[in-house]
């Protein structure tokens, strides 16, 4: 059954501080120099924005208030010249088989007068792991053809602040924070786990290399040990091959890759993936050979929508194989998950298995990716919000 759970209580910011400045998603030195600018030497500042950001990452704080190993006094002038915003949940929902997904609103605090957006975020509970799959931007620019997001265009990008203000806030309702109690409906991780997100993906709205900085920024924060902890190997970016951002990618921010490739031919990968007549499969590939740190120990995971009559032959299994000669690697086939106006349909389970077979002769891992939330649109490909609504002149006032 699927349980849709519309949140009154939703984290909104407060009117009065709508044109402070955020020091969610700020590395330490910049909250160091935030606190320079408002009268601290450097001695201080360096020392007060590492009890801020244990306080924002390690207990999940959103009230300078609860700060209690910093000056009252001084935390009245923190209240006064900063906010630790979080997103609005806007809407919680809870699919039958523990999936959930949330429908987050953002406002601009440096600019109240532009209208909110929405994105939307992802939690996935197994037996061994719980997956938080997040948005790096509002609609996506991709327009690839099987999939829903993809039929929304780009709004904005966000914020490295609003993308790890998804962590935090799944963070705070799965009780991940020290104290904090978990929903009582089910669905999380059980026993063995301390934490019920331990991996993160970046695989939700948007293609994150083209949010290139502020991505980074969101994940080396998610990945310090002295905040969220995230180890980079729990960490996954997924990209559908903006090439030139891939070496950058793996050498700035280290974590594990992901490449949507879904085609083994080009004319058909443009137009599942129209990136692809801009970065043809040979320099996608070749961007995969060259990425930082691979081995065998950290594969690059190929994604594969399977789409019936379209992919999914043994011929397109022999030359993916192929492709991905000397690659260390792993391919997660996904069945395609419908969505209202789609002309594709999902591969059967046989075709599927045949496929994986093949694959899986050659020596490459090939799971079949076990479909979650699609009873609440929250599985691969499915994810879409309302943001495209605005009016023209506001899409034009969010991009600027």
Same mark, same amino acid.
């Given at each position: 059954?699927? @349980? ?16 402070a ?14 606190l320079?600018? &408002? ?6 500042a ?12 390690? $207990?999940?704080?959103t ?18 010249k900063? &906010?630790l ?7 919680e ?17 440096q ?6 957006v929405?994105i939307?975020?992802?939690? &996935? ?16 620019? =991709? ?29 705070e309702?799965?009780?991940?924070f020290p104290?904090?109690a978990?929903?009582?409906?089910g ?5 063995g786990?301390?934490?019920?997100i ?6 939700g ?9 502020n991505?980074?920024?969101a994940?080396? @924060?998610?990945?310090?040990e ?14 559908s ?14 974590v ?9 031919r080009?004319?058909?990968?443009d137009?599942?993936?129209? &990136?692809?007549?801009k970065?043809?499969l040979?320099?996608?590939l ?12 950290r594969r ?42 789609? $002309? ?5 389970s ?8 093949i694959v ?15 009873d609440?649109y929250a599985?691969?490909?499915? =994810? ?16 600027a």
């Open positions: 059954m699927t @349980i849709a759970l519309n949140l009154d209580h939703a984290t909104a910011l407060r009117p009065s501080a709508q044109r400045t955020s020091l969610v998603g700020l590395l330490k030195p910049e909250i160091a120099a935030a320079q600018n &408002i009268g601290l030497d450097e001695r201080e360096r020392m007060r924005a590492k009890q801020i950001w244990n306080w924002i990452y390690v $207990n999940g704080v009230d300078f208030e609860r700060m209690t190993n910093i000056q009252k006094g001084f935390r009245q002038t923190l209240a006064e900063f &906010i915003d979080r997103p609005e949940i806007v809407s929902q809870v699919s039958s088989d523990g999936t959930r997904k949330w429908l987050f609103r953002f406002r601009d605090p600019n109240p007068r532009l209208p909110p929405e939307e975020t992802v939690y &996935i509970p197994e037996e061994d792991r719980g997956t938080l799959c997040v948005s790096s931007q509002v609609g996506c620019t =991709l327009t690839c053809s099987f999939c829903h997001t993809g039929t929304q265009m780009l709004v904005r990008n966000l914020t490295a602040g609003e993308i790890l203000g998804q962590v935090l806030m799944a963070r309702r799965l009780g991940d104290g904090g978990r929903p009582d409906d669905g999380l991780v059980p026993g786990e301390s934490r019920a331990t991996n993160v993906v970046m695989m709205m948007g293609e994150p290399l083209y949010n290139f900085d991505v980074k920024q994940l080396l @924060i998610a990945s310090d002295t905040g969220i902890s995230l180890s980079k190997r729990r960490i996954t970016l997924s990209t091959g903006v090439v030139p951002f891939i070496e950058p990618a793996g050498r700035e921010i280290g594990m890759l992901a490449i949507s490739l879904h085609a083994v080009d004319d058909l990968r137009m599942l993936v129209p &990136i692809n007549k970065y043809p040979k320099d996608l070749q961007a995969c050979r060259d990425y930082p740190g691979l081995s065998n120990a690059i995971t190929f994604e594969y929508v399977m789409l019936k009559d379209i992919n999914d032959s043994d011929a397109d299994a022999r030359e993916l194989v192929r492709l991905l000669a000397g690659i260390p690697a792993k391919i997660n086939l996904i069945p395609f998950n419908p969505w209202p106006g789609t $002309n594709y349909d999902c591969s059967s046989e075709r599927i298995e045949r496929f994986a077979d899986n002769k050659a020596g490459y891992a090939s799971p079949v990716r076990t479909t979650r939330g699609r609440i599985a691969c490909g499915q =994810l879409k919000s309302e943001t495209e609504r605005l009016s023209k002149k506001d899409r034009e006032a969010l991009s």
